[in-house]
């Protein structure tokens, strides 16, 4: 008889799009949560608000990777990823939560600590209309894209 070898679950992934969609391109990190929960994938959770709130610290700390995604008004284009760790200090104001101080938030009072990163997918115009500039929408698909490959990729790799 064969031993039977337990495999690891997959990563808990979340995806946190946040800005205001009635604002152009303000609107891309709601729009690329929108396609990520798309895929329907296991183990895969999108989320969208218009702002980040101290509670979303909640959520965060329930998984094992957290993509925190934005527009960007400056920038590379299409976008810019980088790493996040906690803050030293936590520092909020009503309308202000930076992802840093979230994950703090997470870490000191729910036990989370997830990896986790910033995508700030950048933008051009961000007026009073509720449609996305061709030009964002161009650095969408391209973020899109690349989020995508990289779930599948760490799919792949728990399953084999």
Not at 66 to 85: I, N, Q, R, T
Request: glycine share 8%.
């Amino acid at each position: 008889m064969s031993p039977v070898t337990a495999s690891a679950p997959p990563p808990r992934v979340l995806v946190l799009g946040y800005g205001n969609p009635g604002r152009q391109d303000d609107g891309l990190g709601p729009a690329l949560a929108v396609g990520i929960d798309e895929l329907g994938c296991p183990n895969l959770t999108a989320l969208d608000n218009y702002q980040l709130n101290i509670e979303d610290a909640i959520d965060v700390a329930a998984h094992d990777i957290v993509w925190f995604v934005d527009a960007a008004k400056a920038g590379p284009s299409p976008y810019a990823v980088h790493e996040l760790s906690p803050a030293a200090s936590i520092e909020f104001t009503s309308h202000i939560v930076r992802p840093e101080a979230i994950l703090a938030i997470a870490l000191q009072c729910y036990g989370g600590s997830p990896q986790a990163f910033m995508l700030a997918i950048r933008g051009y115009e961000f007026e009073f209309v509720e449609e996305l500039t061709p030009g964002a929408e161009h650095n969408l698909r391209d973020a899109l894209a690349m989020l995508v490959e990289r779930i599948r990729a760490l799919q792949a790799t728990v399953l084999s």
